[in-house]
């Protein structure tokens, strides 16, 4: 039996606030590799394993927004940054629930 996670935002949300020119941050924890291979348009790339040691560079005064591939490694950060007292951090799943244009 397959099911898929739940998440805090679609992806089809984020495009929409990406096509309205909303203010969030943008955080792919995937592997720089996988990052270069296509990542979502403005993504920011911090590999899970070294974000816990650069959590200065993510913003407290706008919305976080995490992905990974399929929502794993962005649950455990999100999880994380909330364990240290972030309150505005979202999982937004995997890079695989994405149906629009990527960058590379």
Known sequence: MFFRMKFDKEM?????????GKD???LDVREQDEYEEGHLPGAVCIPLQKAKQQIDVIPEDKP???YCRSGQRSNAY???LKDQ??????????IIYWEYEVEK
């Open 85 to 94: 007292g972030r309150t505005n951090v979202y999982n937004i799943g995997g």
């Open 24 to 26: 969030f941050f943008l």
């Open 64 to 66: 976080v927004y995490v």
């Open 12 to 20: 089809s949300e984020v495009h929409q606030e990406m096509m309205e």
């Open 78 to 80: 999100v999880n994380f």
